[in-house]
């Protein structure tokens, strides 16, 4: 991208947030940032979702940046993951430590409680590897790949925090997120985890928060998106980035699928001397962010957790033969009524097809919850945590919105359209992410899908196929066979 382009892109990306005011180190909402925001704010390009038929109007589309922001909200603790925990040294001659207790990292008392303040007991399976590397003397760089709500915001925060001297009244740590709302969430935990540090002050490089041109600023540690932290660098000069000795890009996924961020990310990073010290975060990492990230992060040490497997051993799969929608409707009533069911996922292809179930199911006396593209990413999250809460039983909508949703109480899941790609045929990787909601734990759970046609039983067929598990036919109608199937 030429210079010209990507200041373009940034203009762009800019002038479509709002500007919201934000004073240094100052409190925001701890729990889901400024209220009035929408969910597309972030400036962030759309990326589709391969959906059927591709791009009809109703449908979802994925934010990456959106999906994280709300996997923050709605998450109450570490994901479980039993993964081994894959470490590449540049040294391999080196020892490798890992600790299992925050006490042998050797953290200054005040940190180390406020660490347990915030109700850690041990380090994550991430962090036993990755926070005696980042504490390493000398500094050591670091690419580390978990999925999301392993403990990688809480480790490079625990290490910036470890990291920069108090007494010195210039910024020494600069960590960049993809959106303004990621960086109020990774600010919040500095701010929680520094709360007995209150020397260590952390200032928000988003836009809307203006400060003036050349006034150098004394926080410890900034915190914000690409284009205000290039800027507070290089325009405004608040920020000397020859004294920045820790460096931390978050969410490199999201980043590089954000236009403008990547070149924004790599202009930071060449303002940095060779001797500060890299460290990079993805939940996921394909060939383009791998490529990335050996830009930004020279001689890195590399941690992997790979994701755990979601398996569908647990899970008792139906089909269920429909005309029509109004069919669909009358078979999932059947279903519901003849079923101890905890609470149950519904999923529909379109908005439109989930609001006229939801307000079916309500006129039927349902309680229920929707789940739409249209709705704030904070409603979205209230929604979830309602559902939770056990507040309604029914969760309706669509695929994009659920991502990531994990709700433990969780026994049937419907497919009420199945899961297609954008060539019509079956989307393997959906059906599992989707049914994979339920049976967790080891507990039994219920799929049914709904079939309306031959291509949908062929897409049953190709599903089958794939998992090579069988999908029961189910006559809803035949109340004896259902108990018996689903018994
Ligand atoms: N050592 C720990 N013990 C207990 N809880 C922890 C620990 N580390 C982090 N957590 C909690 O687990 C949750 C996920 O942690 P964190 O946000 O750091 O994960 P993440 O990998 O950065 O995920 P994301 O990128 O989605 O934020 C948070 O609620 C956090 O407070």
Not at 257 to 282: E, K, P, V, Y
Not at 429 to 448: D, P
Not at 454 to 478: A, G, P, W
């Amino acid at each position: 991208m030429s210079e010209d382009s990507w200041a373009v892109a940034v203009d762009v990306q800019e002038a479509t947030t709002p500007s919201i005011q934000c004073g240094f180190s100052k409190k925001v909402d701890r729990v889901r940032g400024p209220r009035t925001l929408r969910g597309d704010i972030n400036g962030n390009i759309l990326l589709e979702k391969k959906e059927n038929g591709g791009g009809r109007k109703d449908e979802d589309k994925v934010d990456l940046a959106e999906q994280s922001l709300l996997n923050k909200l709605i998450r109450r603790s570490l994901v479980r993951n039993r993964n081994q925990v894959e470490v590449l040294q540049r040294d391999p001659t080196s020892p490798l430590y890992s600790v299992k207790t925050f006490e042998e990292l050797r953290l200054k008392p005040e940190l180390l409680r406020g660490v347990y303040n915030m109700g850690f007991n041990r380090p994550s399976r991430i962090q036993e590897n990755a926070l005696p590397m980042m504490l390493a003397q000398p500094p050591q760089n670091l690419i580390a790949q978990s999925q999301s709500g392993t403990g990688k915001t809480a480790a490079f925060s625990l290490a910036m925090l470890s990291h920069v001297n108090p007494a010195n009244k210039w910024t020494q740590c600069l960590c960049i997120a993809p959106t303004y709302e990621l960086a109020l969430q990774i600010g919040q935990v500095i701010e929680q985890m520094g709360k007995f540090c209150p020397e260590v002050k952390l200032a928000y490089a988003i836009r809307g928060n203006r400060i003036e041109r050349g006034k150098k600023l004394q926080e410890q540690i900034v915190i914000g998106t690409p284009g205000t932290v290039l800027d507070w660098c290089t325009k405004y000069k608040l920020i000397d980035p020859k004294k920045i000795t820790m460096f931390v890009l978050d969410e490199a996924d999201v980043m590089i699928a954000t236009q403008g961020h990547r070149d924004q990310s790599i202009r930071i990073h060449r303002q940095l001397t060779n001797d500060c010290q890299m460290l990079l975060f993805s939940a996921t990492f394909e060939d383009s962010v791998w490529r990335f990230a050996e830009q930004v992060v020279p001689d890195p040490n590399i941690i992997r957790l790979k994701r755990e497997e979601e398996t569908l051993d647990t899970i008792k799969q139906f089909y269920v033969l429909c005309k029509e929608k109004e069919d669909k409707f009358t078979a999932l009533c059947n279903l519901y009524g003849s079923l101890t069911i905890a609470q149950a996922m519904i999923f529909c292809h379109t908005r439109k097809m989930a609001a006229w179930l939801c307000a079916h199911l309500i006129k039927e006396g349902h309680q229920v919850a929707l789940l739409s593209g249209e709705m704030t990413v904070e409603q979205r999250a209230s929604v979830i945590e309602r559902f939770r809460n056990g507040k309604e039983k029914v969760l309706v909508t669509t695929n994009v919105c659920s991502r990531g949703i994990d709700v433990e109480q969780v026994s049937l899941v419907v497919n009420f359209d199945l899961p297609v790609d954008m060539d019509g045929n079956a989307d393997n990787e959906t059906y599992l992410h989707r049914i994979g909601r339920t049976g967790r734990f080891g507990r039994r759970g219920f799929a049914v899908n709904m079939v309306d046609s031959k291509h949908s039983m062929d897409i049953i067929n190709q599903i089958e196929m794939h998992f090579n598990r069988r999908i029961t036919k189910l006559d809803t109608s035949n109340l004896d066979e259902m108990e018996m199937l689903l018994s």
